[in-house]
């Protein structure tokens, strides 16, 4: 910065002068024009961005709580981890019970071997299956084949996640699910060697088009089955996604 | 050499200063008394380096404007309050000299210009005056800045280093390079015959 001028004995300023100049609510006011209204603020709209995330995740997890599968309340008493290194979380289903609809009491002890589903809490009441699925892992590749517990949950070939082999996942009747829950349609995502592929598929089976994609891409990948609904008798439910590692080599 | 009086405070004022810089926080009008208190001391710091008196009292509102505006960020660091204005008033008058709003000047008493010849010659002649005088718009701003706030404002290091963000002994190192750049200056400059005039 250039310096234009020197001055030499300016007359100076008295001290009384400056302080009758002093002029704190022109200040104040000033202050109060330049604050940005909250409406304004990105803070604001933060706010707004979670609070209406929040009131989607809530309302997806209570309508997804409130869909009734079979008609039975399944009560989870214990919950046992079983330290194996196949297996990340092992849990116990310690007593079915039917629902005042059919008064069939069963009691059925099954084991749910999981290496990529952790559920943490199984609420009941007496008509309503209330389930909360916490997380899930990928961390895994082993298949669950233990068919007792599939109760509710949608398989393939009795798989409902982790290794399956290219032949079950083709030649299979498709998505089955226990107690004439019948699959409507579903989205598959999958690899065909160039770039991810996603078909919406209107049945319960993998389409011809879409397993001589799998077939010609020939490695093993993950395949990812979303959206998946279902009509159990009327009504019509969505039921929880399934990953697959589809094997070539097995 | 003097220092300012105002800059230097006890504790006891320090943490008075800092009850009003929370109470500000929470509510504007209770900036009052550090207003009052520190806008003296502003304008005077602005309006040394202007010529205007008008725009000085414009770029002083300017500075309370801002310091209202970021009072929330204030963070209390153990120095006074008004290093962190001088710092805005700083940044608030170089804004106006680009704005064209006014013009960098630098003034001086005759008895500050007699102080400071004294550092480099022996005899206050008319002469050596107007070296110095022409010496002071060759200098750069950032020597110029410490020059004006150690020997115009008698301001201590402590609190020039405060103002500029440098420690005590940086801010000596620095305006004695300053005044040694000045000194060389003062003794390669030679009056044309309009400055002899003038």
């Given amino acids: 910065m250039e310096i234009k001028k020197v001055n030499l004995d300016r007359k100076p300023i008295t001290s009384e002068y400056i302080q009758s100049k002093q002029d704190f609510q022109h200040v104040v006011n000033a202050f109060s024009k330049t604050k940005i209204p909250v409406w304004k603020q990105p803070l604001f709209y933060g706010a707004i961005g979670v609070a209406s995330l929040a009131t989607v995740v809530t309302s997806t997890v209570i309508h997804f709580n409130n869909t009734e599968i079979d008609g039975k309340t399944i009560t989870l008493s214990t919950a046992k981890k079983e330290d194996t290194s196949e297996s990340m979380a092992t849990m116990q289903f310690a007593s079915v019970e039917s629902s005042p609809k059919n008064q069939e009491t069963k009691s059925e002890n099954s084991l749910m071997k999981s290496n990529a589903v952790k559920i943490l809490s199984i609420n009941t009441d007496s008509n309503e299956l209330v389930r909360t699925i916490s997380s899930v892992s990928l961390t895994s590749k082993k298949s669950i084949e233990d068919e007792s517990f599939s109760t509710f949950l949608p398989n393939i070939s009795g798989v409902y996640q982790g290794d399956i082999a290219y032949d079950k996942l083709c030649s299979s009747n498709g998505i089955e699910v226990k107690n004439g829950v019948e699959v409507r349609s579903f989205k598959i995502q999958y690899a065909t060697g160039i770039s991810d592929k996603e078909v919406v598929i209107k049945d319960k089976k993998l389409s011809e088009v879409v397993c001589k994609d799998l077939e010609k891409s020939g490695f093993n990948q993950m395949v990812f089955i979303t959206e998946i609904e279902a009509f159990d008798g009327e009504r019509k439910i969505t039921l929880p996604s399934m990953n697959f590692w589809v094997k070539f080599d097995s | ?198």
């Fill in chain 2, 1 to 198: 050499m003097s220092v300012n009086p105002m800059y230097h405070q006890t504790n006891q004022h320090m943490e008075e200063e800092l009850s009003w810089i929370r109470r500000a926080q929470k509510d504007p009008e209770s900036f009052g008394p550090l207003y009052k208190k520190y806008h003296e001391q502003i304008f005077r710091y602005v309006y040394q380096r202007m010529d205007d008196e008008e725009t000085a009292f414009d770029v002083t509102s300017q500075v309370f404007l801002k310091a209202l505006n970021n009072l929330q960020r204030y963070e209390y660091r153990g120095v006074p309050f008004s290093s962190w204005l001088y710092r805005i008033a700083k940044s608030e008058l170089y804004q106006s000299f680009r704005d064209k709003k006014a013009q960098r000047t630098v003034n001086i008493d005759s008895f500050q210009l007699f102080e400071l010849i004294e550092e480099f010659v022996d005899d206050e002649k008319e002469e050596n005056r107007k070296k110095l005088f022409k010496s002071l718009k060759l200098m750069k701003e950032k020597d110029m800045q410490l020059i004006e706030m150690r020997f115009f404002e008698k301001r201590s290091f402590r609190e020039i280093g405060e103002i500029l963000e440098i420690t005590e002994n940086n801010a000596k190192v620095k305006t004695f390079r300053a005044i040694e750049k000045l000194k060389q200056l003062f003794n390669t400059t030679k009056l044309s015959h309009g400055d002899q005039e003038s």
